[in-house]
């Protein structure tokens, strides 16, 4: 009986524990009889030494990073009840340093309307800056800031030329505000325009599909061997987010503009002193069949006339006369008033450049000698 006795006490023990670890919500089968006791880590396994690839990413985003600067701008609003003018914050950008005195490059757009902008450096220092000087045609603004000692080194500078579709490229930048962000790419294709809403264009630019995003505006685009080849200025997104098309100014472009602006304040477009309007050359495209820029009228002085072009005249019974149409430039078709633009913008004040233009219904070449336009 005594043993009897003893198992059902014993059961009815082991039960009443169940029910209060069921009870509990901490039943676990392996808990009951130990199954866990003594349970380590696994044990980690050996990764190995990194891919060549990705040793060369890692390098060059850490060799570039001190060199990429976060803007974030102000802009000066009116408030309605109090007639007081205050700072709100406007947005941010992304910019690099482009030498020792302390200028930073970023795009035009990241401080278009702003009152004030701030830089801050990868070591988290942060400065007013000053405008320099901005081209809204290149999309392309030049600001300092008094870095005094400890400066950050200035990006290395490289060549867009000679890219090749498929090359491999770095964008760095603050996307959303994530600062100093690293996305990869390629270069996906060349000599792309961008149309603005106001009808000017942007040309000549790199599209890459590297990741960018709004805030990596301004921001570098290196090649394998941390060398700059561009501003990333724009994305192709009906989302606002990245979606594989990414724009970027071609450094070539940068290293003709960003010295004008610095030491101008402001870029002098080469060109031939000739008036350009789009909606009126269009229209008289149309009425004599011919794609090119149709001279208008040729200033005194001018580069134009110097090279020998004829305007167009209005005849005594008010027709209008046309002189030389222009269809190239140093043989690249030209068609619109825009792309004739584009085109000058390839050369500096002072060149001599070959111009083909229809006269008369022939075809002739002249030379022309590019002067600075307003």
């Given at each position: 009986?005594?043993?009897?006795?003893?198992?059902?006490?014993?059961?009815?023990?082991?039960?009443?524990?169940?029910?209060?670890?069921?009870?509990?919500?901490?039943?676990?089968f392996?808990?009951?009889?130990?199954?866990?006791?003594?349970?380590?880590?696994?044990?980690?396994?050996?990764r190995?030494?990194?891919?060549?690839?990705?040793?060369?990413?890692?390098?060059?985003?850490?060799?570039?990073r001190?060199?990429?600067?976060?803007?974030?701008t102000?802009?000066?609003?009116?408030?309605?009840?109090?007639?007081?003018?205050r700072?709100?914050?406007?947005?941010?950008?992304?910019?690099?340093?482009?030498?020792?005195?302390?200028?930073?490059?970023t795009?035009?757009?990241?401080?278009?309307?702003?009152?004030?902008?701030?830089?801050?450096?990868?070591?988290?220092?942060?400065?007013?800056?000053?405008?320099?000087?901005?081209?809204?045609?290149h999309?392309?603004?030049?600001?300092?800031?008094?870095?005094?000692?400890?400066?950050?080194?200035?990006?290395?500078?490289?060549?867009?030329?000679?890219?090749?579709?498929?090359?491999?490229?770095?964008?760095?930048g603050?996307?959303?505000?994530?600062?100093?962000?690293?996305?990869?790419?390629?270069?996906?294709?060349?000599?792309?325009?961008?149309?603005?809403?106001?009808?000017?264009?942007?040309?000549?630019?790199?599209?890459?599909?590297?990741?960018?995003?709004?805030g990596?505006?301004?921001?570098?685009?290196?090649?394998s061997?941390?060398?700059?080849?561009?501003?990333?200025?724009?994305?192709?997104?009906?989302?606002?987010?990245?979606?594989?098309?990414?724009?970027?100014?071609?450094?070539?472009?940068v290293?003709?503009?960003?010295?004008?602006?610095?030491?101008?304040?402001?870029?002098?477009?080469?060109?031939?002193?000739?008036?350009?309007?789009?909606?009126?050359?269009?229209?008289?495209?149309?009425?004599?069949?011919?794609?090119?820029?149709?001279?208008?009228?040729?200033?005194?002085?001018?580069?134009?006339?110097?090279?020998?072009?004829?305007?167009?005249?209005r005849?005594?019974?008010?027709?209008?006369?046309?002189?030389?149409?222009?269809v190239?430039?140093e043989?690249?078709?030209?068609?619109?008033?825009q792309?004739l633009?584009?085109?000058?913008?390839?050369?500096?004040?002072g060149?001599?450049?070959r111009?083909?233009?229809?006269?008369?219904?022939?075809?002739?070449?002249?030379?022309?000698?590019?002067?600075?336009e307003?």
């Amino acid at each position: 009986m005594k043993n009897r006795f003893l198992v059902r006490l014993i059961w009815l023990t082991l039960v009443a524990v169940l029910l209060i670890q069921v009870w509990q919500g901490g039943f676990s089968f392996f808990s009951l009889f130990g199954g866990n006791q003594g349970a380590a880590p696994r044990v980690v396994t050996a990764r190995g030494d990194l891919a060549a690839d990705e040793k060369t990413t890692i390098e060059l985003f850490e060799k570039a990073r001190d060199s990429v600067v976060f803007i974030s701008t102000k802009g000066e609003v009116l408030d309605f009840w109090t007639r007081n003018v205050r700072s709100v914050p406007r947005g941010t950008g992304s910019g690099f340093i482009w030498d020792d005195e302390g200028h930073v490059v970023t795009n035009f757009h990241v401080i278009d309307g702003a009152s004030e902008a701030v830089v801050k450096l990868a070591d988290g220092r942060s400065f007013r800056a000053a405008l320099v000087g901005a081209s809204k045609s290149h999309d392309i603004a030049v600001l300092k800031i008094g870095v005094g000692f400890r400066r950050p080194p200035p990006v290395p500078v490289g060549t867009s030329s000679d890219l090749k579709v498929g090359q491999k490229v770095f964008a760095i930048g603050n996307p959303f505000g994530l600062d100093w962000t690293l996305t990869t790419g390629i270069v996906s294709a060349l000599d792309r325009s961008l149309n603005e809403e106001n009808g000017a264009s942007v040309d000549h630019l790199i599209q890459t599909d590297a990741a960018i995003n709004p805030g990596n505006s301004g921001g570098p685009l290196l090649d394998s061997a941390g060398r700059l080849i561009g501003i990333t200025t724009a994305i192709y997104s009906p989302s606002g987010a990245n979606a594989g098309i990414g724009f970027a100014v071609p450094v070539d472009t940068v290293n003709r503009v960003v010295p004008h602006l610095i030491s101008q304040g402001r870029y002098l477009r080469p060109g031939l002193g000739i008036p350009l309007n789009d909606a009126l050359n269009e229209r008289l495209k149309r009425a004599i069949g011919v794609e090119g820029v149709v001279v208008l009228d040729v200033g005194s002085g001018s580069a134009a006339e110097a090279a020998g072009l004829r305007p167009a005249k209005r005849s005594s019974s008010g027709e209008i006369v046309l002189g030389d149409t222009i269809v190239a430039v140093e043989g690249k078709p030209v068609a619109t008033c825009q792309i004739l633009q584009s085109r000058l913008d390839d050369y500096k004040v002072g060149d001599t450049i070959r111009v083909t233009i229809l006269r008369a219904g022939k075809t002739i070449q002249i030379s022309a000698t590019l002067q600075p336009e307003p």
